[in-house]
């Protein structure tokens, strides 16, 4: 089946320590996107890319950072985590049909110590 | 600033009841709106995408739009326990492939 993969599915790491996440698809789809999302929260648009063109949403931290190697897989990085960076990562990619459906993956649930 | 917002929950209704969630959108120009349900500790879950004024029906959902009045609500017919989530209302704005997305009404479904 197509499919948004994610991982690792939970992530533990110390302050300030450099973590990297990875999202992979099968869905072939153009526009591949990372969100943040905190408790009661709606997610939260960190940045995009549609092909290799990197749209970063203007409150994103600089702290945060992604990288696009192909299609198929996008990866974001945190360069110095603080305790408010705990929160679940979503990936969600879309086609580029008039539909703009999004389909997220499971997520990785960031602990920060 | 372009925003979705939902009816506040949480929603509690009885097993076998119709449950009503509502969104509204400000930007007119929105062309697609979309229902995602979350379990808790989960991801969304696309359950339906409706784009023309009017109802659309899937199993026991039902999305209804009104562009004119930029409102758009989910109907869930004989609620079960299994559909005890969130449900997040998103819109696309500036009719491109980004999504804004309401905070979400917490479903309960007593039985």
């Known amino acids: 089946d197509a499919m948004v993969i994610q991982n690792p599915r939970y992530q533990v790491t110390q302050f300030g320590k450099p973590v990297t996440l990875s999202c992979s698809q099968t869905?072939?789809?153009?526009?591949m996107y990372w969100y943040q999302q905190k408790s009661s929260q709606a997610p939260k648009l960190l940045f995009h890319?549609?092909?290799?063109?990197?749209?970063n949403e203007a409150d994103t931290p600089d702290n945060f950072q992604s990288r696009r190697p192909n299609t198929s897989f996008c990866f974001l990085d945190i360069r110095s985590p603080g305790l408010g960076d705990a929160a679940m990562y979503l990936c969600?990619?879309?086609?580029?049909?008039?539909?703009?459906?999004?389909?997220f993956g499971p997520g990785t649930r960031l602990t920060v110590t | 600033q372009k925003e979705v917002e939902q009816n506040s929950g949480p929603l509690s209704v009885p097993e076998g009841a119709i449950a009503s969630l509502n969104c509204t959108y400000s930007?007119?120009?929105?062309?697609?709106f979309f229902w995602y349900r979350q379990y808790s500790g989960k991801s969304p879950e696309l359950i339906m995408s409706?784009?023309?004024?009017g109802d659309k029906e899937d199993g026991r959902f039902t999305a209804q739009l009104n562009k004119a009045s930029q409102y758009v609500s989910l109907l869930i017919r004989d609620s079960q326990p299994s559909d005890s989530a969130t449900y997040l209302c998103?819109?696309?704005?500036?009719?491109?492939?980004?999504?804004?997305f309401g905070a979400g009404t917490t479903v309960t479904v007593r039985a």
């Open positions: 969600a990619t879309s086609g580029t049909g008039n539909s703009y459906e999004q389909y």
């Open positions: 869905l072939n789809h153009n526009v």
């Open positions: 890319y549609y092909d290799k063109d990197f749209n």
């Open positions: 930007d007119r120009v929105s062309q697609s």
């Open positions: 409706i784009y023309s004024n």
């Open positions: 998103a819109v696309n704005m500036d009719n491109d492939y980004k999504l804004s």
